[in-house]
């Protein structure tokens, strides 16, 4: 017959901080991992891909490509798979829980959720990995062009990976219907692909809709990311790390609006 | 010193636009207590148990354990209670091992107390074949079991169960059962959410049953049935597709699930009953008929005019 330590039930204390936050983290990543564990070589190969992609299709357009262009054209395959990592796999995930019901379980159980929302942006961090070097190591072999990577490449990445992945995050669970936040998911790829200046100049774009961007964060993403990459193709840097940094301030607050949430 | 963790709702009302959810619902759960929670779908068990883990906000009422308010204190209501939700668990990609022992640890159990009761849970309720096998190949009973013991592998003081037997052997539901036993015996106050009567009477200690956003009854099974005492439970199979025939005045109340026809009378006009259903037969009318004591289920359908979801 089964007996259970005494100790075990319940609470005799409440658990709180930083003990308690560390193992729900570590127990959080590790299911996270583990339920993604089927998915996750394919999620890599397909963020490989994409991104080996992009930088090989830009060529297509462009025949005879200049060292420039090709520089700025990686540089923006490199954003694009970064951001898409963010905006679509995270909605995905949580649509797919409220749909088979299992979202009422995993927020019920007893970790911050501080903790499990860092745990999803480990894991994050890990599925970009692989699409980011495909897009830059592609561009050396097919464009011969050589980057200029200053330290400044930690910070511009994680930044954009945060911000796109809380963006994503707080979208997915404060959006109640499932199909809508696929929707939106799908319609924020196509605005980011085509209507964003990542790997074309705002230039190109109709003035309003370039002063527009001036103030979202995903061509100030690829200005920081291009920055930290190469030399002398982008300006402005410093206004571009403060847009990104207080969109990321506004997701994490969001996130945390959303997640604390009760209704 | 158990009294001090008594699990109270008190005057709980939740509502949804216009809709009320719950309406001022009043309960107490003792520690060691298996409570079903009944209820015909859309009656309000859902929206209620999601305010005693913390995912939903009461508009107004107290939700209580102990020296806790589970209602300003949403963290320490996920703490408390473990909560088995109606769904299937999502563990496509986790071997039943892994999830019972990555949820014992999420908990807060004990790295070789989580591996020790889990191994003993699997054991228990007969799974251990399957231990190593991934989520995305078990059978729809077998998953439900493991998130049984994902539930309760380290339990909190409060432990929701919603339709735990679903899709599981009857071989399985008795082992789960004593399990559900066990629970109490070690001092968890068990919530059983079902609608499911027939399992419940047999393995709860009290219930209430919850009908249109309010508690219309409480008490043990037996007690509940008192006023059925005397009566009969007449269930007549109609045809396939036929109309519901028009009642005898005997018939006290009635309720149809499917093709069959459940009714309840009096005692005294067993006869007649058994004389009118013969008719029915006779008439092509109806397949067949059973006269026999009451159960919870009619006490079910006359406090809420729905039979349980799951025909007898």
């Known amino acids: ?263 | 010193m158990a009294e001090d963790w008594v699990f109270r709702t008190v005057d709980v009302s939740k509502r949804y636009g216009d809709t009320v959810a719950n309406d001022r619902i009043s309960l107490a759960v003792r520690p060691g207590e298996v409570y079903g929670l009944l209820g015909p779908n859309g009656a309000g068990k859902s929206t209620l148990v999601k305010q005693i883990i913390g995912l939903l906000k009461p508009d107004s009422g107290a939700i209580t354990l102990g020296p806790f308010d589970l209602v300003d204190d949403p963290d320490a209501a996920r703490q408390l209670c473990s909560y088995l939700p109606q769904a299937q668990m999502p563990i496509d990609s986790f071997k039943i091992r892994e999830a019972v022992h990555i949820t014992g640890r999420i908990r807060g159990g004990d790295d070789g107390e989580v591996r020790r009761r889990g191994d003993e849970l699997i054991d228990a309720l007969q799974i251990g074949e399957w231990a190593d096998t991934l989520g995305a190949r078990l059978s729809g009973g077998v998953r439900r079991l493991t998130g049984f013991i994902m539930a309760t592998v380290w339990p909190g003081k409060i432990v929701i169960l919603d339709e735990p037997t679903n899709d599981v052997d009857p071989l399985r539901r008795r082992l789960l059962w004593e399990q559900v036993r066990q629970l109490g015996a070690l001092g968890a106050a068990v919530i059983l959410v079902t609608h499911n009567v027939m399992e419940a009477e047999k393995s709860v200690d009290r219930l209430a049953v919850i009908n249109e956003g309010r508690l219309i009854a409480e008490g043990t099974p037996s007690s509940l049935k008192a006023e059925d005492r005397g009566r009969l439970r007449l269930e007549l199979m109609l045809e396939p597709g036929a109309p519901t025939p028009e009642l005898p005045e005997f018939v006290l109340h009635d309720a149809r699930v499917g093709n069959n026809l459940v009714m309840v009378i009096d005692e005294a006009s067993a006869t007649a009953g058994i004389e009118w259903s013969q008719r029915m037969m006779d008439g092509a009318r109806a397949e067949e008929y059973a006269l026999a004591a009451t159960t919870l289920e009619d006490v079910y359908i006359r406090l809420t005019g729905h039979a349980s979801e799951e025909p007898l």
């Open chain 1, 1 to 263: 017959m089964t007996t259970v330590a005494e100790s075990s039930l319940g609470l005799p204390q409440k658990r709180s901080g930083l003990g308690h936050w560390l193992a729900g983290f570590r127990a959080m990543l590790r299911w996270e991992v583990t339920n993604m564990r089927l998915l996750l070589p394919i999620t890599m190969m397909v963020q490989l891909l994409s991104g080996a992609g992009l930088v090989i299709g830009f060529g297509l357009l462009i025949s005879d490509m200049p060292q420039q262009t090709a520089l700025f054209l990686s540089t923006g395959a490199v954003v694009i798979t970064l951001i898409l990592v963010g905006v679509v796999m995270g909605p995905q995930l949580v649509a797919q829980q409220k749909m088979d019901g299992s979202y009422d379980f995993m927020w019920a159980l007893p970790v911050p959720r501080s903790a499990s929302t860092v745990a999803w942006l480990v894991l994050n961090v890990f599925i970009a990995l692989p699409g980011m070097l495909g897009a830059l190591f592609v561009a050396m072999w097919r464009y011969d062009v050589s980057f200029a990577v200053s330290w400044l490449v930690v910070p511009a990445i994680l930044l954009t990976l945060i911000c796109g992945t809380l963006l994503g995050y707080a979208m997915a669970h404060s959006i109640p219907r499932p199909e809508i936040t696929q929707l939106v998911s799908q319609f924020l790829i196509f605005a980011i692909f085509g209507f964003s200046p990542i790997s074309y100049p705002a230039e190109n774009l109709p003035g309003w809709l370039a002063e527009l961007h001036e103030y979202l964060p995903f061509a100030q993403m690829a200005n920081m990311v291009r920055d930290a990459l190469t030399d002398g193709i982008a300006t402005n840097v410093g206004r571009s790390y403060s847009v990104v940094a207080v969109w990321t301030l506004f997701a994490v607050g969001l996130s945390g609006l959303v997640l604390g949430r009760r209704k």
